[in-house]
């Protein structure tokens, strides 16, 4: 099992459910500048590059609060299938899940925009490297992901959870903009979400990595920027 895989796997359905929530902030976004933006020679509405990922992340934080996720705690919680979701600076988010963390962030060109002046992204984007020392073998277990979402011409939105690479990289001069990424893996649409069994007997690596983050129990069988 791949460590894009597992690392999916261990914090489904949460990121397939994020997913769903874009799917319907999109259009909603979109629906704004339809009615107020100017309007290009071919009739379609002029995209602010800042206000629109905003609207999306403003509209997904709504629905986390209508869903069973409460986007107003503060406190990691001791239940494993409750989520502790941080509002952050222009509407972003934070979550805290299963001992990981989570950032919900728009895709710069198909991958991690830079962290340019923000300290904080900075600090989120090398703490892997902190926790790992820079062993990618220790990767599969990266603590800093990031729920990577786009959307194409047609309005299809995408979204991919995304392991950071540690890297000494500090500039903001690079050619393509991005910053360095260890793995990607697309994430499944809710509604098309297929679970595997849980009675699966895992290897010793999956043993280990199961009970890095309590997933088995002891003797189971198994540039505005937003922060």
């Known amino acids: 099992m791949s460590d894009a895989i597992r690392a999916l796997d261990d914090l489904q359905p949460l990121p397939s459910k994020i997913h769903g929530f874009l799917q319907e902030a999109v259009p909603i976004a979109l629906q704004h500048f339809d009615e107020w933006a100017p309007k290009k020679q071919n009739g379609d509405p002029t995209l602010d590059p800042h206000l629109f990922p905003h609207l999306v992340r403003w509209h997904v934080c709504r629905l986390l609060r209508q869903a069973e996720y409460d986007a107003t705690l503060t406190e990691v919680t001791d239940d494993d299938t409750a989520p502790s979701i941080r509002m952050m600076a222009m509407s972003g988010v934070e979550i805290l899940y299963r001992g990981r963390k989570l950032k919900l962030w728009k895709s710069r060109k198909g991958g991690i925009p830079l962290p340019g002046r923000s300290g904080s992204r900075k600090a ?104």
């Open 124 to 227: 989120f984007l090398e703490e892997n490297r902190i926790l790992f020392d820079a062993n990618t073998e220790e990767f599969f277990n990266a603590h800093n992901l990031v729920l990577l979402w786009d959307v194409d011409g047609t309005g299809d939105v995408s979204l991919e959870l995304v392991c950071p690479m540690p890297s000494d990289y500090d500039r903001d001069d690079v050619d393509d903009w991005k910053y360095p990424q260890l793995w990607a893996i697309s994430v499944p649409d809710a509604a098309t979400l297929v679970r595997t069994s849980a009675a699966v007997v895992p290897d010793a690596a999956d043993q280990d990595y199961a009970n890095d983050f309590g997933r088995i129990e002891p003797d189971a069988d198994v540039e505005e920027t937003e922060e």
